[in-house]
């Protein structure tokens, strides 16, 4: 039996697609189910290059139909444009068979960003038929001392004299470094002071001055440290400069951070499969596994929560390819699906891990890998505390100043999002407006933990309005951290509930998943309650947000039910 929220290898079919994105998808599964359980964690343990699967994208076209926007695609070949909800959905199939797969793609991403932003148009060719070889990109931003602190940068460009430059300095942590057909570098210039003398510009990871010097991972993730040695950097290499190249570092990390979610998504489906078909089949002291009230209770968590981190994302993607100058909602969305849907990852494996305990550490498993992979996605492309930090700056405008807007429907389109790669001056966030967050919640009042919830939001935009945070604690990160997870739920609510709605979703699922956003609303409002610079009043506020979810064994029955339908539903051919 296959639960119809959930990815399923066996009956898995993009129908809402068009013809050749459902072809490519379906392609992919069957060549990961083909491989085997057995290969694909041998590759894993023994850390081999992913040349197989690689050659096989090469062959189908996969990453260049997906990843060539449309304007740069030849006339005769209609299928290839940026198709968020298409890349959504190939990032939770490789996150399903293994992270190595998906970074492998989102550091190809990346390495495109500063590329598809450039008015260059020699490097738009450039890229599009390496993409059409079967190429992989990289992305040149991070340095050992100064990790992604652009500011810094010691990859240093001195002019040439004949309009180019020579280009020497090092870059750490570059996914694909070691095979990139082209690597966007950034970097600055020895002539020019200050914003103006960024620049940005492809290398090639096969000329003789560019040096590869390690994997600094012990993984098939090939994240590796390069050095480019008097590197010749002609004007066709150049893609940005100035404030320009500031602005398509920060865009580049908007369109790839998206990703992390649904991979994410991917790793809890394959390891809930395994979990809950191996605590059921477990015999306790004469009982299954499951019949324990708190396993039950850990698993069904596990379950809701995976969920919500599908129903937010899905929604989240509809906001992303329906923005554009007069509509940048998606800067909120985007840090969201980063931060909160990849901690809900970490819980999601933590909640299944505390059920099947050493099970999870067995080399034979995908869990083992999954409890190790899972951990990776809060870290990348910024840290959980620079996204919170991001999204308090719309705190203000989403709870107190909703602005009107037109409905976004869901976005399955085949369009071209080509915004992404026109986002303009990574600056303004103060200005951007959101709807209103209420009529979401309003569209299911009566489902008694969304009532609930929407008790303690509503607290929140009081907060907001009246003891928000002071001068002082506004430079105290750790408070304003407390207040960002507070924040943070409210929206991650807000956006499932619109794809609640969308979607029909059963509303039992839906009460249980609000019955635990309850709780962790308590637990972070107890956590603000105890911070060393809170006030009396958000002391006395915080207290008085603690909220009980309201509950409901028949409606637990019925969660259980589905949860324990999944035993047995899915296992991987060896």
């Given at each position: 039996m296959?639960?119809?929220?959930?990815?399923?290898?066996?009956?898995?079919?993009?129908?809402?697609?068009?013809?050749?994105?459902?072809?490519?998808l379906r392609a992919t599964v069957d060549w990961f189910e083909a491989r085997g359980k057995r290969r694909i964690i041998e590759d894993y343990r023994t850390r081999a290059w992913l040349a197989d699967f690689?050659?096989?994208?090469?062959?189908?076209?996969?990453?260049?139909?997906?990843?060539?926007?449309?304007?740069?695609?030849?006339?005769?070949?209609?299928?290839?444009?940026?198709?968020?909800?298409r890349i959504a959905a190939l990032n939770e199939i490789f996150g399903f068979y293994g992270l190595d797969y998906w970074y492998a793609w989102q550091v190809t991403i990346l390495g495109l960003g500063p590329v598809w932003q450039s008015d260059n148009a020699a490097a738009h060719e450039r890229a599009a038929q390496l993409l059409s070889e079967g190429e992989v990109?990289?992305?040149?931003?991070?340095?050992?001392?100064?990790?992604?602190?652009?500011?810094?940068?010691?990859?240093?460009?001195?002019?040439?004299?004949?309009?180019?430059?020579?280009?020497?300095?090092?870059?750490?942590?570059?996914?694909?470094?070691?095979?990139?057909?082209?690597?966007?570098?950034?970097?600055?210039?020895?002539?020019?002071?200050?914003?103006?003398?960024?620049?940005?510009?492809?290398?090639?990871?096969?000329?003789?001055a560019y040096r590869l010097v390690k994997n600094v991972v012990d993984s098939s993730k090939y994240v590796s440290e390069f050095r480019l040695e008097d590197y010749p950097v002609a004007t066709e290499d150049v893609l940005h400069t100035g404030r320009a190249a500031f602005d398509a570092a920060l865009n580049t990390v908007n369109v790839g951070k998206f990703n992390l979610c649904t991979a994410s998504i991917g790793i809890c489906e394959h390891a809930m499969y395994e979990a809950v078909t191996h605590a059921h089949n477990r015999i306790l002291y004469g009982r299954p596994v499951t019949a324990f009230p708190h396993v039950r209770r850990e698993l069904a968590d596990a379950y809701v929560r995976l969920v919500g981190m599908k129903l937010f994302s899905d929604r989240a993607v509809d906001y992303f390819r329906s923005?554009?100058?007069?509509?940048?909602?998606?800067?909120?969305?985007?840090?969201?699906?980063?931060?909160?849907?990849?901690?809900?990852?970490?819980?999601?494996?933590?909640?299944?891990?505390?059920?099947?305990?050493?099970?999870?550490?067995?080399?034979?498993?995908?869990f083992a890998q999954a409890a190790v992979e899972i951990r990776g996605l809060p870290k990348l492309e910024g840290t959980v505390h620079v996204n919170l930090a991001l999204i308090l700056k719309f705190m203000r405008n989403h709870l107190l100043e909703p602005a009107e807007y037109a409905p976004v429907p869901t976005r399955l389109d085949a369009a071209d999002d080509d915004f992404l790669f026109r986002q303009g001056p990574a600056r303004g966030l103060g200005s951007v407006r959101f709807h209103d967050w209420r009529p979401a919640y309003d569209?299911?009042?009566?489902?008694?933990?969304?009532?609930?919830?929407?008790?303690?939001?509503?607290?929140?935009?009081?907060?907001?309005?009246?003891?928000?945070?002071?001068?002082?604690?506004?430079?105290?990160?750790?408070?304003?951290?407390?207040?960002?997870?507070?924040?943070?739920?409210?929206?991650?609510?807000?956006?499932?509930?619109?794809?609640?709605?969308?979607?029909?979703?059963?509303?039992?699922?839906?009460?249980?998943?609000?019955?635990?956003?309850?709780?962790?609303?308590?637990?972070?409002?107890?956590?603000?309650?105890?911070?060393?610079?809170?006030?009396?009043?958000?002391?006395?506020?915080?207290?008085?947000?603690?909220?009980?979810?309201?509950?409901?064994?028949?409606?637990?029955?019925?969660?259980?039910?589905?949860?324990?339908?999944?035993?047995?539903?899915?296992?991987?051919?060896?």
């Open positions: 296959s639960d119809p929220l959930l990815f399923h290898p066996h009956t898995y079919d993009p129908a809402h697609f068009d013809p050749e994105t459902r072809r490519l690689l050659a096989f994208s090469a062959k189908e076209g996969l990453f260049a139909t997906f990843l060539t926007p449309a304007a740069a695609a030849g006339e005769d070949e209609p299928d290839k444009r940026w198709d968020t909800a990109f990289a992305f040149g931003l991070s340095e050992k001392t100064h990790g992604a602190d652009i500011y810094s940068t010691d990859m240093l460009l001195e002019p040439d004299g004949d309009g180019g430059f020579r280009a020497s300095g090092s870059k750490y942590y570059i996914g694909n470094g070691n095979a990139a057909g082209l690597v966007s570098v950034f970097g600055r210039r020895t002539d020019v002071e200050g914003p103006d003398g960024y620049v940005f510009f492809a290398a090639d990871s096969r000329h003789p923005a554009g100058p007069d509509d940048r909602r998606y800067l909120l969305f985007n840090p969201m699906t980063k931060m909160k849907v990849t901690t809900e990852g970490e819980k999601v494996i933590d909640l299944m891990w505390d059920v099947i305990a050493a099970k999870g550490f067995e080399k034979d498993n995908y569209a299911y009042a009566a489902v008694p933990n969304v009532a609930r919830f929407r008790e303690q939001a509503d607290a929140l935009a009081e907060f907001a309005a009246t003891i928000a945070p002071d001068e002082a604690q506004g430079r105290d990160l750790d408070f304003l951290l407390a207040v960002g997870q507070l924040f943070a739920l409210v929206v991650h609510g807000q956006l499932i509930l619109e794809q609640a709605r969308l979607t029909d979703l059963d509303e039992s699922v839906l009460d249980e998943l609000f019955s635990v956003l309850v709780r962790d609303f308590s637990q972070h409002a107890v956590e603000l309650h105890g911070k060393d610079s809170s006030t009396p009043e958000q002391q006395t506020w915080a207290l008085a947000s603690v909220r009980r979810p309201v509950i409901d064994e028949a409606r637990s029955a019925r969660v259980w039910s589905r949860v324990e339908a999944l035993a047995g539903a899915y296992e991987m051919a060896q």
